[in-house]
């Protein structure tokens, strides 16, 4: 039977949580439906022995791909080639789904053949398992259920990888790999492909369960310093990516997203900026990337909606300082 949805699981060294990630998606009313590619990148651990239970128990829906530790990015490229399902969503192997949720998703996609099916999900605390969301709805007054042309909400939303389930075909063809040994890759994995959205479904289901809190995660601020560079690649791939959408002579709606998209990369990296010890060493480094930006992005430059990022600006950078004391007491509350 033909395989309605590919769920990529990159996995490096997650055997505490792997096995939850996968029981996850044992749903006997959609088993038939999927398929899991569990993307083995260099793992050490005790991981391979778990997700091999899966395989031999579900060999029809589970399998496994083996490669050389090269990164989040790298997974997604692997399991991007070897995907056979219609649509694609990325699964982090300390994450997981909620069952009925998930149905309802992999219904959809059978059903609406939209290029891109959004849903919901939340934010779980590792410490308590307390629930948060981000947005309720992707934009006001959205009409859940109803097909849309992308480029007509293109400026009312900002998807992320969480929240994106896409054709396969759609994130295959932008012909540019996510990059790989780097932190920090779901936005690209969003972005490329989103030139060639035309049309987008909106499912009121919170999907995705979002594992925060996690020692060592890429998105605490202490792990965000320490791939401060990893940040900035990112950056300047979407920058080079942003380049050659504007040769193409892409229309106005998906360049003003792929702006807004890149200006709030910019608002992140000014507070990685903002995090780190105050010297003028970084106070340097922060004027000169934002004085880029300025001067050879200023569509970009324009679309930072960050009230903090125009106040720093406004102020010829001199707010950084302020705005480094103000970043250290958020940290420490938290």
Known sequence: MDKVLTVIVPVYNMEKYIRQCLESLVIGEVLDRIEVLVVLDGSKDGSAEIAYEFVGQYPDTFRII??????????????????????????????????????????????????????????????????????????????????YRFKDIADKTFIKMHSMTIRTELARQVGRKIDENCYYVDVEFVMYPITEVETIIFLDEFVYMYRLGRSGQSMSMEQMRRNHRNHEQVLNSLLDFYDEQKFRHLDQAHLDYLEKGIARVVSSHFKIYLSF???????????????????????????????????IRRSGYLLYYPGHFCMSLKEKKV
């Open 66 to 147: 083996y490669k050389a530790n090269g990164g989040h990015g790298s997974a997604i490229n692997t399991g991007l080639m070897m995907a056979s399902g219609e649509y694609v969503k990325i699964l982090d192997s300390d994450d997981w789904v909620e069952r009925d949720a998930f149905c309802r998703l992999v219904d959809c996609l059978e059903t609406e053949g939209t290029d891109i099916v959004w849903s919901n999900y939340y934010w779980v605390y590792e410490m308590d398992g307390e629930k948060a969301i981000q947005y309720r709805d992707p934009f006001p007054e959205v009409v859940y259920g109803k097909k």
């Open 277 to 311: 010890p105050c010297s003028g060493k970084v106070f340097a480094m922060m004027k000169a990337l934002d004085e880029k930006i300025r001067e050879e992005y200023p569509d970009v430059y324009k679309k930072v909606e960050n009230k903090v990022v125009w106040a």
